[in-house]
């Protein structure tokens, strides 16, 4: 069936985009709830495999002239840059159309028809951490027209295209995608304006509450404007007309502190309804209902009930899924669409601090010393993505690595004042924590929490009797009836999922506080899901080697054809195959070697001798296969112990850059059994 959603075309991609600040104080560390910030530099040495979080690049505030978000919001292609004529003649273009129609200075007023008619203002820096700006009415200003490019110069498609792209193999069926389409009859333009706090505020928490104070001075509030959380708010016109000038500041007092922090916010520029920055705004104003209306728990870019919990017991694993949506606003061929998908977010029933305990124990039963013991479980840890429930909003965390010389009796400074973990927890949240020898986990915030602050080091102090891990571990998805148990849930027949989603978008829609942003914006949504014009195709025939076959169309499963037939291009040998296995794991390791020559075989594979490696820790696994592969060896295989994915990385790299060999081939396995962890 060749249905699905609409293709995704118009703006494109939308990047966050922060503009440049200027240099100020370094802000004060900034822990979320129940977690204590760690200084880099103060981390200590017997930390068990730190890792630490990879920069990533920042956005500047740039984007291409001729881009379809400016010029006019077309879905059709930019043109290429290169295309020196093209660029010319545009340019000459838009010289005629400056000269024919001089720009007029913008005005503010309640009346959107004003705005429509006006030019649209471009982004001016603030007073006070960059270039003073003027008064509005010398404001740089761009023609609207100056903007736009005609449909013929936009258009790339080729003239034997124009016509629609309508198959006709196959039987015309409708189906029914998980989209919803907008209605929308907002005002043309949209009041962008930019924040900025000096110094820097770390908690999200205060710069809203700061932004609301500020703009209750001037008798806005919500829902006249979505504050994004960071350094943009989207404002409508009518509301934008009440301010007197383009630059409003306030001092707030923060806790502690004699010097306060500088909200300020300038007007930056218009923006149309085709613009990039609509979607922000209306992702911004989404996650706005989610949150903070309906307090639905964000992890990541999904929003979760934990109050729906749903429980799975099946033998000894307990799991916890907790019921959500993947929801999104975007452009596509059919106009602005609201794109809703189900999601579940699985939380083992245990605790981190009972996941370590059992790690030590099973490398002490494998005849490790204590120090060995310690150091095995800190990598098995490590890479764990873990929650806690104990804030105001659950968080989660990956896991860095293990502090065994700090316990719950680690003190820290919590203002002026010093006090401990067990403490803390005791006085903010009335926790009581019962193990006082259980060691601190080393984690970072995930997502796009690490970036709060640029240069911030996010790496925070957990304790582990108060985390949950997340995820399935191999053990869980090697047991069928566990499995079987979460798909009732999680893999719910088309029928269910669209009442689901139905009731979602009705409980949202029916919520008063959003019902005064829908009205406040003029913001509808289509009572239906969206229905998508398919094909459905009939079966095609396939052909590997010398053997043809097709499939059945209600299935369309073709993996056995493909398994009992030899492969379409001969196959080359390996010469000599080298395989290292943890040395609890032999009879795991003996049954993949027998599994691999059945389905091998009649696919025209016959494995060659297998010179077999076994060790009891995979420390020195590296110096073992750069010492035992040879010429002769044509394909590694490595069963690590555990999910560690340094220890991944340098036997790739070992075997793709360092031993010499051009049919050589690496092949990673994490396997889960007795006595060998994940």
Known sequence: MSGGPPRRGGVGRTHHIRPPTAPSAAPPSAAPPGAVAVPHQAQPSSIVQPVHPVARPTYQEARPHHSPASSGGTGEKSPSPTSSDRLGRDGRRRDRINRRDPPSPPVLSSAPRDLTTSPIMTRVPAPGMREAMPPIGTLSLVSPAARCISDEEMSTRPVKFHQRKTGSQGQAVKVIANYVEIHSNWDAFVALFDVQFQPDEPNRKLRREFVEQLLRRENIVAPSFVYNGRNMIFMRVAAAALLQRATHQMTFARGGEAQGVTCLITLARMVKSGEPEIDQFLNNMKNHW?????????????????????????????????????????????????????????????????????????????????????????????????????????????????????????????????????????????????????????????????????????????????????????????????????????????????????????????????????????????????????????????????????????????????????????????????????????????????????????????????????????????????????????????????????????????????????????????????????
């Open 290 to 678: 989610l949150q903070d209306i309906l307090q639905l728990a964000m992890l990541g870019r999904s929003h979760y009930d934990p109050s729906a919990v749903i429980k799975v017991l099946e033998g000894n694993a307990r799991i916890h899924l907790w019921p959500g949506f993947e929801t999104s606003f975007a452009n596509y061929d059919g106009g602005k669409l609201f794109n809703v998908d189900a999601r579940f977010k699985v939380i083992r029933d245990t605790t981190m601090a009972m996941e370590i305990q059992e790690q030590i124990r099973q490398a002490l039963r494998n005849r490790m010393n204590q120090q060995e013991a310690q150091y095995a479980a800190a990598e098995a840890m490590v890479g764990i993505i873990v929650i806690t429930k104990y804030s105001d909003k659950p968080r989660t965390y990956r896991v860095m690595g293990l502090d065994f010389t700090k316990n719950v009796e680690y003190k820290f400074l919590k203002g002026t004042q010093e006090t401990t973990l067990r403490a803390y927890f005791q006085t903010k949240y009335g926790i009581t924590i019962k193990d006082a020898s259980q060691p601190l986990i080393l984690a970072e915030e995930t997502g796009q929490a690490r970036f709060k602050v640029p240069g911030q080091d996010r790496k925070l102090y957990l304790v582990p009797e108060l985390c949950h891990p997340t995820g399935l571990t191999d053990e869980m998805r090697a047991n069928f009836r566990l499995m079987k148990t979460m798909a009732e849930h999680t893999l719910q027949p088309p029928e269910n999922r669209r009442v689901k989603t139905e009731d979602f978008m009705a409980k949202l829609l029916s919520h008063p506080d959003v019902e005064k942003f829908t009205d406040s914006w003029q913001l509808g949504f289509a009572n239906d899901l969206m229905t998508v014009n398919a094909r459905q195709m009939q079966p095609v025939a396939l052909q590997q080697g010398y053997k043809k076959f097709s499939y059945q169309l209600p299935r369309a499963d073709w993996g056995m054809d493909l398994r009992s037939g030899k492969f379409h291009v001969e196959f080359r040998n390996p010469q000599g195959i080298f395989f290292a296995y943890p040395a609890d794991a032999g009879r795991l390791a003996y049954q993949f070697l027998e599994e691999m020559k059945l389905v091998g075989r009649p696919m025209g594979w016959n494995p060659p001798e297998t010179e077999r490696y076994e060790y009891d820790n995979d420390r020195n696994i590296v110096s073992e296969i750069r010492k035992r592969c040879h010429e002769r060896i044509s394909l590694v295989i490595v069963m690590l112990q555990t999910k560690h994915k340094g220890r991944y990385d340098e036997i790739k790299y070992l075997l793709c850059k360092e031993l010499p060999g051009e049919t050589r081939r690496a092949s990673m396995l994490r396997c889960r059994c007795v006595n060998v962890s994940v």
